[in-house]
């Protein structure tokens, strides 16, 4: 009888999650059409690695942040530097429309090593390396483990060292075991691309969105389920990563240019990139007064004149 009595919550229960799932998946579908990869995908051991070329020049690597892909260098930042430049933009392992490296999250150590064996595919032996955010930390890796395979180094708002801030709800439930089964599947059904605009609104705080970058950067992308897991993942793992290889940026030996807003609330300019700059010889740090997390859109100027020393410094210009 009480079978009997549960059988209709349980149809009811497996409906929703059967429309949960068409859901996920044609958003996910009208995410990649509208979105498609713009570049080419490089054969690696592991899997697919897609990149963007641009432009002519010295070799410059972008390495975009979490949650992203080409899409959010290539708005403003790639399009300067291309005049210059031979930029190369990646996805990162597991995000935009690159392969996971495995289940567990890849580390920025496992980031670095696949992006230089991509770039390498690509002639680029010893590009300039330049990351925002948390790509900023799988440039540092790619700098402290592959020291001979980069010329210059730029940190852009970079996760650099460890920091006691809980790691964010959001991510403590999707990086769980039952997040990944039953959170992430449901956010990416039901959460309104509206929800996803106004992350975007306190991620570039405190300047506004610029207009035409939420389209650009295609706000669903990041909500297939796939690259949702791998991000969750990463950052879940990113602390324990950063506490391994924040010791060894002293060895860090090629020019480096360090570039920061004052007014980043997501990356704290003095725990990461002051302390950044007293640790690595050949370091000069930026200060970019009053500019939020995104100075690779709102002061892109200034990114691309800081990129533009280390260059000079490398002897690349």
């Known amino acids: 009888m009480l079978l009997r009595g549960l059988l209709p919550g349980l149809a009811v229960l497996a409906l929703f999650w059967s429309l949960t799932l068409w859901r996920a998946t044609r958003a996910e579908a009208r995410a990649e059409a509208d979105h498609p990869p713009g570049g080419q995908f490089l054969t690696l051991a592991h899997g697919r690695v897609h ?68 770039a390498a595919e690509l002639g680029a032996r010893r590009p300039i390396v330049a990351g925002q955010s948390y790509g900023g930390a799988v ?20 996760a650099s060292h460890p920091w006691d801030v809980p790691l964010d709800l959001f991510y403590r439930i999707t990086s769980s075991r039952l997040g990944r089964i039953l959170a992430v599947p449901l956010i990416a059904a039901w959460v309104p691309t509206s929800k996803v605009n106004s992350t975007l609104e306190e991620v570039f705080a405190p300047q506004p969105v610029p207009p035409g970058y939420a389209g650009h950067f295609g706000a669903r992308l990041p909500l297939r389920r796939r690259a949702m897991r791998e991000n969750a993942l990463q950052r879940a793992n990113l602390l324990d990563e950063i506490e391994a290889l924040a010791p060894l940026y002293p060895g860090i030996g090629v020019p480096t240019e360090i570039v920061h807003g004052t007014a980043d609330i997501t990356v704290d300019p003095g725990l990461h990139s002051d302390a950044l700059a007293r640790r690595i010889p050949a370091a000069r740090v930026t200060w970019l ?29």
């Open 289 to 317: 007064e009053g500019i939020g997390h995104m100075p690779q859109h709102v002061a892109a100027e200034e990114v691309v004149a800081a990129i533009d020393r280390a260059a000079q410094r490398a002897g690349l210009r």
């Open 139 to 158: 440039a540092l890796a790619w700098a402290v483990h592959h020291p001979d395979r980069l010329s210059a180094l730029v940190p852009i708002s970079a």
């Open 51 to 118: 990149a963007e070329v641009m432009g002519q020049g010295p070799d410059l690597v972008l390495i975009h942040g979490s949650n992203g892909s080409t899409r959010d260098m290539s708005f403003a930042l790639a399009p300067l530097l291309a005049q210059r430049y031979r930029v190369i933009l990646f996805d990162r392992p597991g995000l935009g429309y690159s392969d996971p490296l495995h289940r567990r999250g890849a580390s920025i150590a496992e980031q670095a090593d696949v992006l230089v064996q991509a």
